[in-house]
């Protein structure tokens, strides 16, 4: 047991969750923080009902989240689907509803090192700047316009055999992609995904380690989770 403190002691914890609050970027479905219980009215405890949508906040999906794909729920993926070493990719030079190639990718690993099977890959697009409470749900500019992987780009993610694919944008698919086909190569494939991270910008290249549990929800599609990276401090 000592040991295992030993070893959270010598990493520095890195928060990837925003907070979920009313006016956060969503889409248009309901989100509840309700009062059930409280002090000030005579209750010994104080309690909150909260309505979510599965995809909203920081977020991973399943595979079955994708139509006609015969794929695991929430329930039935292990813990360690959630977690792995990470690879964080700067594209902070992507303009709006650009595309990542997967030529970047290759270049990214000439200079890193080649993405391993089981890694978990991430996409650092300084996006979440435009993440605010403050526009109402109907025109948040966080919601438009991200850019995101081309259908090239997620088949060599693929093909690394990577554990898991995220960003710090709404969606891991270019705006500028309807038919969102990075969802399309990834989730067939077995590949997760994260969705409306944070904090990228503060993490390596690589020796982070990714933590992003979701709740053992049955049948689930998605979930909102509190992913965390571990540094090591040397």
Known sequence: ??????LLKECRVVDLSHIFEDGMPRPQVPYGHIPWKSHERGDA???????????AGTHVDAPIHLGGVDGPTID??????????????????????????AQEIRDWEK???????????????GWERRWTTSHGVEHQPYLHDNPGLSEEAARLLVDRGVKLVGADTPTIDSDADPEEHAHRVLLPAGVLILENACNLGSLPPRGAFFIGLPLKIKDGTGCPVRAVALIPNS
Do not use: Q
């Open 76 to 101: 039935k993926l292990p813990p360690e689907s959630w977690m792995g070493p990470l690879c964080i990719l700067d594209m902070t030079n992507k303009k709006e509803r650009e595309f990542v190639s």
């Open 45 to 55: 405890f104080n309690t909150y009902m909260f309505l979510v949508f599965e995809h």
């Open 1 to 6: 047991m000592s040991h295992t403190f030993d």
């Open 111 to 125: 200079r890193s090192g080649r993405i391993a099977k089981g890694d978990i890959v991430l996409f650092n697009y």
